[in-house]
């Protein structure tokens, strides 16, 4: 390798791996404020938020690499540039598309294995993160006991702690209602104090209780009425144990969550939109023998009587036997049936092609987030080689206004391909055919030395068309 190419890749990799790091945390803070409320108050421990932080940054990655190739393509040429390298390079016969050579390599290899990542790697993180995030989903909240208000986070115990010290154990005035056996507030503890700590691995919480009485009601009795029986027993300390088992983070079987699309790699998804596909057509062809017995009353034979009526060609004759209101209502019933069925069934069909288009969206998005890599490139090298600034001030400025076209331009197509309003690869692969020819034009620009992001260059260009118009 020649010192040139080291040059460029060591002057790219800097840039590359900080961008990397930067936009895969902004995006990752992103995505997890919108689980935040289900992620507090739980207790869940460090090892369980790194886990879903590991896989969702992995969900992240094909986002956030044509953003970070963007960036730091246009910091690194721009640097060489803003420091004259370029010109130095230039002068001596080397032309610009040898200096991005080095780097497009990489790029390119950055694009295919970004693809082998999408389709091999994410499936996966996203079974393991979703899954992950369901069983958080149905953990119950940590327990936390506020003074004067019921706590009914433990199955078959309402408690009510009326006072609670500093160190979070030891509790005044606690009154318990111990609804385990079943029935209606069977039994109801009181006691002046207590204290509470976990025992045998936080598996289970122990309250000891001091200077009280326990309340057991009986037969139907439930404290209600003032005549109800109940047996009054006073302790001086009491233990109870209290099971902790709801609060655990059980882990459902990963099985159960690997039919959605987002753990699907290309194969399995071709499977399914195949299958889904199929199953559309068959509903169509199925649909004249479906709503065929609404039409009972008629044959296809004409000039056959049936049930009143005659059919004479495309003209219907009614027989006298049975009043004009009945028939017509009659008819009626039968039209409203026949338009419900037809609009369930259609609605059916619909949503089993929209499902089907689902799927195929993720396939052509594995494609193309790679290739927006590529196109990253060819767009932030050439602008970096005409802009001839390096930093984090114009380049970013530049990638947040690139990537956000590039987004709503990935949004639109989607939106656009789910709903069948254009075909699935040309909403998919829309953006990107849209901004590959913006690049070449910079590139061409660039290897013209061309002055495009300067003042005089557009004054020129101005008083150029004036002149033209004239």
């Known amino acids: ?62 986002v956030a690499m044509p953003l970070a190739v963007l960036l730091s393509s246009l910091m690194t040429f721009g640097t060489l540039g803003e420091h004259n390298e370029l010109t130095a390079i230039k002068t001596s016969g080397i032309t610009l598309t040898r200096i991005l050579r080095p ?52 199955p078959g115990y309402s408690i009510k702690v009326n006072k609670k010290m500093n160190d979070g154990q030891t509790l005044g005035d606690v009154m318990i209602y111990d609804h385990s056996k079943g029935g209606s507030n069977t039994t109801v503890i009181l006691a002046d104090s207590g204290e ?9 919480l122990i309250m000891e209780l001091f200077r009280g009485n326990t309340y057991v009601a009986q037969g139907n009795a439930s404290f209600r009425a003032s005549n109800d029986q109940f047996v ?27 039919d959605n699309k987002m753990m699907k790699n290309i194969a399995q998804l071709s499977i399914v939109t ?45 027989e006298l036997t049975a009043p004009s209101a009945d028939v017509l209502r009659m008819a009626t019933n039968k039209a409203r049936n026949v338009k419900s069925f037809t609009s369930s069934y259609q609605e059916r069909i619909k949503n089993t092609l929209r499902e089907a288009n689902n799927y195929e969206i993720e396939i052509w998005k594995k494609y193309t987030q790679s290739a927006a890599i590529i196109i990253m490139f060819l767009i ?10 390096g ?6 400025l530049i990638s947040i206004i690139f990537f956000i076209l590039m987004y709503v331009m990935a949004i639109l197509g989607e939106k656009w391909a789910r709903e069948g309003m254009v075909s699935i690869g040309a ?21 013209n030395d061309s002055s495009l992001l300067e003042v005089d260059f557009w004054r020129k260009l101005m008083t150029r068309f004036r002149r033209n118009k004239l």
């Open 1 to 62: 390798m020649k010192k040139l190419d080291k040059l460029i890749l060591k002057a790219f990799f800097g840039p590359f791996i900080l961008t990397f790091a930067v936009v895969e945390f902004i995006l990752l803070t992103q995505y997890m404020l919108k689980y935040l409320d289900e992620l507090v108050g739980k207790d869940l421990g460090a090892e369980v938020f790194g886990e879903l932080l590991f896989y969702f940054s992995i969900n992240m990655a094909p």
């Open 103 to 154: 780097v497009l390599i990489v790029v390119s290899l950055l694009t295919v294995g970004a693809f082998f990542f999408n389709n091999n790697i994410v499936p996966k993180a996203n079974l393991k993160a979703y899954s992950l995030l369901w069983d958080i989903r149905q953990k119950k909240p940590a327990m936390n006991f506020k003074e004067g208000a019921f706590y009914n986070g433990i």
């Open 196 to 204: 509470m700590y976990m025992a045998y691995n936080d598996s289970y």
């Open 232 to 258: 009054r027993q006073q302790f001086d300390a009491s233990k109870i144990i209290l099971s902790m088992a709801s609060f655990n983070l059980d882990r459902t079987r990963e099985e159960l969550f690997s």
């Open 274 to 318: 195949d299958s889904l596909r199929r199953y559309s057509a068959r509903e169509v062809n199925f649909y004249a023998p479906n709503v065929d017995p609404f039409y009972s009353y008629f044959k296809a034979d004409t000039g056959q009587v049936k049930n009143g009526y005659r059919l004479q060609g495309k003209s219907v004759e009614r």
């Open 380 to 389: 932030g090298a050439p602008l970096g080689a005409i802009i001839k600034k």
């Open 391 to 396: 930093g984090l001030g114009v380049p970013v």
């Open 427 to 447: 909403g998919l692969w829309g953006g990107n055919l849209i901004l590959l020819p913006m690049g070449l034009f910079f590139l061409y620009q660039a290897r």
